[in-house]
């Protein structure tokens, strides 16, 4: 499209959004590189080729409907019938769907997978090897058996609602519960007040056949269906086979269903809904402002466009107030967040949103306080540097996304037209968008989005929803709707004076250091990857004149990313059980912190418009610095990891007051969830109760010394001899070493043995079993097996065979917990093998959350199964599948800053390649290994159980 025009389009377009009536918009053009066609039964279809990365493809299919369109016997129903796709098909009987996808090395739950909300209904077959042309034509088979083919077959229905209860009771909590039963009252005589997707269990567990039948066939119509192919495909090629098979596929008849929107009801009066539920861990209210949503038809125009982003602008404005605001000490809200957008499960409705959580026992306080913000904002505007920072952060990103436009993942294209298919979402090409939005940002004047703003914000109560959900306990006073709606009232008659914004006009740093030297530089010939221009390059190892080793490599994989980390000796160990708290909040207190000159929130606002970032924290044994940034923003980058490197932390007793406060509210009713009281007693049991490793409770908060962590901080960075820097990413090959002894060989060192660490682990030992009963609103029931052994050495053949013992044992779970037995939603195997400086461990681990009743039967085949495989026996089919995904998951990792970065490191640190003969090993192990793998592990004797269980 011609861009020069534009401009004055663009302005046209903000005037339309201030002005009321809307004249005829330009329309966003859609991206000329993807095939869009429609068959005349009404199936629509989107073609795209992507080749990054090569030879792997996505396979889509989206539905129009959902569980809106349930009839009242009918609910639930869209959701099983989503799980009834992976139970038999025309071309897939009973579970071949699965084994099949496994055989080519997709997985179930991964890369296999499918959704149900209220109004959509998508289904995905992802990273897809196109290595063979018949792969490409099973999975348009597969979606055309999805789209037409599905059995339904009652044997398969009797098994599936066992799974589906269970993932009713996996997701049940607090939350769920108060909205479920609350629906009715947000959506006054409106459907939606009736149709959460995962339905009414007794639904779901007794429905004939036939209701799900009728639903099937009413719904599930080509008119209603998208199909989206995405990756190293030859569009043409796939066009004809979509047509050829799906063109097949009946066109309705003129009869068909229509899918009717479902309104949402103004309301004139507020409606306030106040629930509590005893697992409610955070009390909050949100106050909702509903108003039109922007219908489907208008979302071509530009102006639909221009004022989505308008809408984020203000309400990203307001939201950096927010956290500006909570650091206060008598501010009376812990936290609050603004958004525009759908309102709750409504596609035909938008509200404006207010998430508000109060400091304890403040409701209306924090209600009022917030809503005065919001009002403040709107009768005020924002300041010019607040606008300054938020285009200079769109600005950023928008080039940081355009810089690696040539790398875009299949996922991305996918996602876009999915919603465009779904919600008619506009997908212009990146060209297009990318110029349309750097001469939109600068051009929106501050007094556009001041208006805006006015206009989101509510000035009377026509609309108004207000939702208060709270813990239920004994002796509680509760919000009242008059005092929740007198807080709304007088923030809104409050004189309000408007917003000061301060800010820090200085550079980060306003002195550098005396720039050190690199004295040695080594290229070595290893981990060598390819820029898309065709250099093959190892890595290099420099030597700085102050001692430090600096790990350089230099790729393109992802054109806007440039990864930094350093790695120091020393961690935890070195610090007694009286520093556990210290410990514990080390990185989080240090994150909450200044820099340099700037306080935590100057910090934020002096970054704004750069794209680097950078942390410091402490694991067990180590100390590490982590950043990434762009290309263009590296000295931003090395310059954060200076300050933190160099003790210049600075003190903000304001900001991390306010995280203590928030760790407060976190901690304080954590034990309120099963889930929770779980994995505190797992963690007590599996580390023998060393209160080393006990989860940090309330109490603990008490023993944090700030001071103390800050003096950590200098402790663990005083010596940068200890670290190793590795910059690995699309740095400019020509400026990273000035930049390098600049801010690296420039950090202070000494010539002498780092601090080590002592060995601190305390791992069980023997049998240990801890069964026990716990009462919660919804029963429950989790398990988890582990064994580990410390006599495997670490090695890439004992790493990998560890990884597929543990993606074996899966499948064998899948199939017998799951899909036979019906006893659990979702079931998990992994095994791994891991080094310290003490000790290389291997461990297997089997973890359940499942069916009380069934709790014995899950709990046996957990058991069993690994046994089995100790003895020898192994499915060779499983193993031959798990080798398919290992390898290709590991040709998508070469494709990762991160995974080079992994695999120097532990080259560097023990003198393991665990890289260059990968795929050789892998293809060489044995089913035999595998199980001399388990065999050994259990040899050791090591073996724990924490089973909890539902009390009466
Ligand atoms: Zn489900």
């Given amino acids: 499209m011609k861009m020069k025009r534009l401009i004055g389009i663009m302005m046209l377009a903000v005037a339309g959004v201030v002005t009321v009536a809307a004249q005829q918009m330009p329309t966003i053009p859609v991206d000329p590189d993807v095939r869009i066609g429609k068959l005349d039964n009404g199936l629509t279809y989107y073609i795209r080729h992507n080749n990054w990365p090569e030879n792997r493809a996505e396979f889509y299919i989206a539905q129009k409907v959902g569980s809106i369109q349930e009839d009242d016997n009918q609910r639930g129903l869209a959701h099983f019938l989503e799980h009834m796709a992976f139970n038999g098909s025309k071309h897939f009987k009973g579970n071949e769907l699965l084994r099949w996808c496994e055989s080519i090395g997709v997985k179930f739950g991964t890369d296999l997978n499918a959704y149900t909300s209220i109004d959509q209904t998508v289904y995905n077959i992802s990273n897809v090897p196109t290595t063979r042309e018949t792969i490409i034509d099973s999975c348009l088979m597969i979606l055309w058996d999805w789209a037409d083919g599905l059995l339904l077959e009652q044997e398969e229905i009797e098994k599936e609602r066992g799974v589906i209860h269970e993932e009713w009771r996996l997701r049940s909590s607090a939350q769920q519960r108060m909205l479920e039963r609350d629906l009715p009252k947000l959506y006054p005589g409106s459907k939606y007040g009736h149709r959460m997707p995962i339905g009414l269990m007794e639904i779901i567990d007794n ?55 479902v309104e949402v009801p103004d309301n004139a009066d507020p409606i306030v809904v106040i629930d509590k539920d005893k697992e409610q861990r955070i009390d909050f209210v949100e106050v909702m402002v509903k108003h039109p949503a922007i219908p489907d038809s208008a979302k071509s125009s530009l102006e639909y466009l221009v004022t989505n982003y308008m809408k984020r602008v203000a309400s990203g404005m307001l939201n950096s107030r927010f956290s500006e605001i909570v650091q206060q000490p008598d501010c009376p809200f812990l936290q609050a967040s603004v958004n525009d957008g759908t309102y709750l499960l409504s596609k035909t409705k938008d509200a404006l949103d207010l998430v508000v959580v109060p400091k304890e026992g403040k409701m209306n306080e924090a209600l009022k306080a917030a809503y005065t913000e919001l009002r403040r904002a709107a009768e005020f505007g924002f300041t010019a540097t607040e606008y300054g920072r938020s285009k200079a952060t769109t600005l950023s990103a928008l080039d940081k996304e355009y810089s690696n436009k040539d790398k875009r993942y299949n996922s991305q294209f996918v996602n876009q037209y999915v919603q465009h298919f779904l919600a008619n979402e506009p997908i212009p090409s990146i060209d297009d968008s990318y110029q349309m939005m750097k001469q939109l940002v600068p051009a929106i004047p501050l007094e556009t989005i001041n208006t805006i703003m006015k206009m989101m914000a509510p000035r009377n109560d026509s609309n108004l929803v207000v939702v ?160 990434s940034s762009t290309p263009k923003d590296v000295e931003t980058m090395l310059q954060l990891a200076y300050l933190y490197m160099t003790a210049n932390i600075k003190k903000d007793q304001k900001s991390v007051d306010q995280l203590m406060r928030t760790m407060e509210v976190q901690l304080k009713n954590r034990l309120l969830q099963p889930e929770a009281v779980f994995a505190d007693s797992l963690n007590v049991t599996a580390t023998s109760h060393n209160p080393r490793f006990r989860n940090l409770d309330v109490e603990d908060l008490k023993d ?205 640190k023990w003198g393991l390649d665990f890289h260059t003969d990968y795929v050789k090993t892998v293809q060489a192990i044995t089913p035999a290994s595998i199980c001399g793998f388990v065999r050994e592990v259990l040899k050791a004797g090591n073996e724990l159980e924490v089973v909890m269980l539902p009390a009466e």
Wanted: aromatic residues 8%; proline residues 3%; hydrophobic residues 40%.
């Fill in 704 to 908: 944090v010394d700030y001071d103390r962590i800050l003096r950590m901080a200098k402790e663990r960075t005083a010596n940068a001899a200890a670290f190793t820097f590795t910059i690995i990413g699309n740095y400019n090959d020509s400026t990273i070493r000035p930049l390098i002894e600049q801010y690296i060989a420039s950090l202070p060192a000494q010539n002498m043995i780092p601090e080590k660490g002592s060995d601190v682990a305390t791992d069980y030992t023997g049998k240990v079993v801890n069964d026990f009963k716990h009462k919660g609103e919804t029963p429950k029931a989790i398990a988890v097996l582990n064994w580990y052994t410390k006599q495997l050495p670490y090695t890439l053949r004992n790493s990998i065979r560890a990884h597929m013992a543990g993606q074996v044992l899966q499948m064998v779970y899948l199939k017998e917990i799951r899909e036979e037995a019906s006893a659990s939603y979702t079931v998990v195997a992994q095994a791994s093998l891991n080094r310290s400086d003490f000790a290389d461990e291997a461990n297997l681990l089997a973890y359940c959350p499942m069916k009380p009743e069934k709790a014995d039967t899950a709990i046996a085949i957990m058991r069993r199964a690994v046994q089995d495989m100790a003895a020898g026996k192994i499915d060779a089919d499983m193993v031959k599948k798990v080798k398919e995904y290992m390898l290709k998951s590991h040709a998508d990792q070469l494709k990762q800053n991160g995974y080079w970065q992994g695999r120097i490191s532990v080259w560097r």
């Fill in 468 to 627: 208060n959900f709270n813990q239920e306990k004994e002796d509680a006073n509760y919000p009242t709707e008059e005092g929740l709606l007198s807080a709304i009232n007088e923030a809104k008659a409050a004189q309000l004076t408007a917003w000061v914004d301060n800010v820090k006009d200085e550079p980060l740093m306003t002195t550098l250091p005396t720039p050190g030297k690199i004295i040695n530089e080594v290229k070595v010939d290893k981990f060598v990857t390819e820029t898309t221009d065709g250099v093959k390059s190892g890595y290099s190892e420099l030597t700085l004149s102050n001692g430090v080793k600096v790990v350089l490599k230099q790729t393109d994989l992802k054109k806007d990313q440039v990864l930094l980390t350093a790695e120091g000796w020393g961690g935890s160990s070195l610090y007694g059980l009286g520093d556990r708290a210290n410990v514990a909040l080390f990185s989080d207190v240090v994150e909450a912190s200044g820099l340099g000159n700037f306080s935590h929130t100057e910090l934020i606002k002096a970054l704004a418009g750069k794209v680097a970032s950078a942390t410091l924290s402490m694991s067990t044994y180590r100390t590490n610095v982590n950043g």
């Fill in 207 to 261: 429905f004939e056949r036939p209701f799900l039948q009728a639903y099937y066939e009413k719904w599930y119509r080509p008119d209603n269906q998208g199909i989206i192919v995405v990756g190293d495909i030859n569009v043409d090629q796939v066009e004809q086979k979509i047509k050829t098979m799906f063109g097949q596929i009946a066109k309705p008849g003129a009869d068909a269903a229509k899918i009717e929107w």
